[in-house]
């Protein structure tokens, strides 16, 4: 089974910290996404990268950069946090070819 | 953008009763897939309709496709209390979109014993 693991399920930052979120997948899978999920407005893509040191934003990078330096270790950075990125932050994976995405379990993150 | 809407928000339901769950999407789409998401937990994946089929099952689960209508719906029958969680429609466009997906907001189903 693909295994996704994230760096923390609960995690309370202040406003201004550069925040880290990791995200590790053991199945050699190509793909890995970064979505945050807020209520009423399911999930949103904010990056995802296709191969290592390659990364594309999705639909909402601002606020947010990745780092992809080793296949199977993909990175969510909040530069400054705010507020506003108050939300949970759920990873996934998918191999090439492979439309089903695998989730981790999910960073619920709150900025103070 | 969200590009998949569900219908309804929640739903509740008693034990062995079935459940039908909608989903609109805007554009056209390679492929539609529905996941299920148990409160504060990640994702799982649960069944996939390619753009050329119409309907597909898997255990309880029967998924039906309208290309024309742009629109998919979710049929879990004699639901069980474990069935409850929060369900999602995901689009896929195809391309060169790397499998990237596009969620609804979701759907909320309690099943009560």
């Known amino acids: 089974d693909v295994k996704v693991t994230q760096s923390s399920r609960y995690l309370v930052k202040r406003t201004g910290e550069k925040v880290f979120l990791e995200c590790v997948q053991d199945?050699?899978?190509?793909?890995m996404f970064w979505y945050r999920q807020d209520p009423g407005l399911g999930l949103r893509l904010i990056y995802f990268?296709?191969?290592?040191?390659?990364?594309e934003k999705g639909d909402i990078p601002e606020g947010y950069s990745v780092s992809r330096e080793k296949k199977e270790r993909f990175s969510l950075i909040l530069e400054s946090a705010s507020t506003n990125q108050t939300s949970m932050y759920l990873c996934?994976?998918?191999?090439?070819?492979?439309?089903?995405?695998?989730f981790g379990p999910g960073t619920r993150l709150t900025v103070t | 953008s969200q590009q998949g809407e569900e219908d309804p928000q929640a739903l509740s339901i008693q034990e062995g009763e079935n459940a039908t769950m909608n989903c609109s999407y805007k554009?056209?789409?390679?492929?539609l897939q529905w996941y299920r998401q148990n409160s504060g937990r990640g994702l799982v994946h649960l069944i996939l309709i390619r753009s050329n089929e119409r309907e597909k099952h898997s255990g309880r689960l029967r998924v039906t496709l309208d290309t024309s209508k742009k629109s998919s719906s979710l049929l879990i029958t004699a639901s069980r209390a474990a069935d409850t969680a929060s369900y999602f429609c995901?689009?896929?466009?195809?391309?060169?979109?790397?499998?990237?997906?596009?969620f609804g907001q979701g759907t909320i189903l309690t099943v009560h014993p």
């Open positions: 199945m050699d899978h190509e793909n």
């Open positions: 990268s296709y191969d290592v040191k390659m990364k």
């Open positions: 995901a689009t896929d466009a195809g391309g060169t979109s790397y499998g990237k997906l596009t």
């Open positions: 554009t056209s789409i390679n492929n």
């Open positions: 996934a994976t998918a191999g090439v070819g492979s439309y089903e995405q695998y």
